[in-house]
């Protein structure tokens, strides 16, 4: 007998799960909205398993055309999670997201990638003009819904090259980072450029972040780069050393 109640209490909670995810998203929404850490959705159809936003919003950053999957599978770690494709700034990227038992809502596995002057707009660092594009596979995010974001994964920027507050090509730079307690720790190389560049990274939850590195010419730079660097930078043994701070706005 106890072994057909379980039975029975195991189907009946199976068919209350498949329930709420074939329910219409759009219904379900004002459930799930509080729970979402500033995450917004705008018109959304289709149901929790398989369904469609076409807008989603954080802060600054703006998602388009978005469809998510469920993925079934992570329900037997306690979480529900979804696969999700998109569209930020009209470049296409994927992502998992969902919410744990014990993690709460989390983002994983993002990959996709965005023009240097969209981040630097997002980030509301209007003094420094950038070209080129970002690419960005990241592990990882933790913090979501308190400040600034923690992220673990790679970032490349290619062609790497700055429009101002004067022109520079660095050729190809890459960011490599990893959480640390909440904070964004990497390590920051360029090379193929006027600069070799080689710095440790650090951003804080509250936007706060620092660049402490070294740089090295290669051959002739322009004079200009030479009176930036010794407004900012600490030159010796044919090396500039330098300290950067400042804030992200978010």
Do not use: C
């Not at 809502?105 to 950038?130: I, K, N, P």
Request: glycine share 12%.
């Amino acid at each position: 007998m106890t072994s057909w109640w379980r039975l029975a209490a195991a189907g009946v909670a199976a068919y209350l799960v498949f329930l709420v995810l074939s329910a219409p998203a759009a219904k379900l929404l004002p459930y799930v909205q509080p729970h979402l850490a500033g995450i917004k959705l705008y018109g959304v159809s289709g149901s929790l398993w398989s369904g469609q936003a076409v807008r989603v919003s954080a802060g600054a950053v703006q998602l388009d055309s978005v469809n998510w999957r469920l993925r079934p599978l992570a329900l037997f770690t306690g979480a529900l999670e979804f696969a999700v494709d998109a569209k930020l700034a009209a470049q296409p990227l994927t992502a998992h997201a969902g919410v744990g038992v014990v993690s709460g809502v989390y983002v994983s596995d993002v990959v996709g990638r965005v023009a240097a002057a969209d981040l630097l707009y997002w980030s509301g660092m209007s003094r420094v003009r950038l070209d080129g594009q970002l690419e960005f596979a990241i592990d990882d995010v933790e913090g979501l819904g308190s400040g600034l974001p923690a992220v673990a994964g790679t970032l490349s920027w290619t062609p790497a090259r700055v429009l101002a507050p004067l022109e520079l090509d660095l050729g190809k730079a890459e960011l490599q980072t990893r959480i640390d307690a909440g904070v964004t720790r990497g390590q920051l190389r360029a090379d193929g450029g006027v600069l070799t560049v080689s710095g440790d990274v650090t951003v804080n939850p509250d936007g706060n972040y620092q660049l402490v590195g070294e740089l090295q010419k290669k051959g002739g730079v322009p004079q200009a780069v030479d009176k930036f660097l010794a407004t900012f930078a600490e030159f010796n043994n044919g090396k500039y050393r330098l300290e950067w701070s400042d804030q992200i706005r978010f």
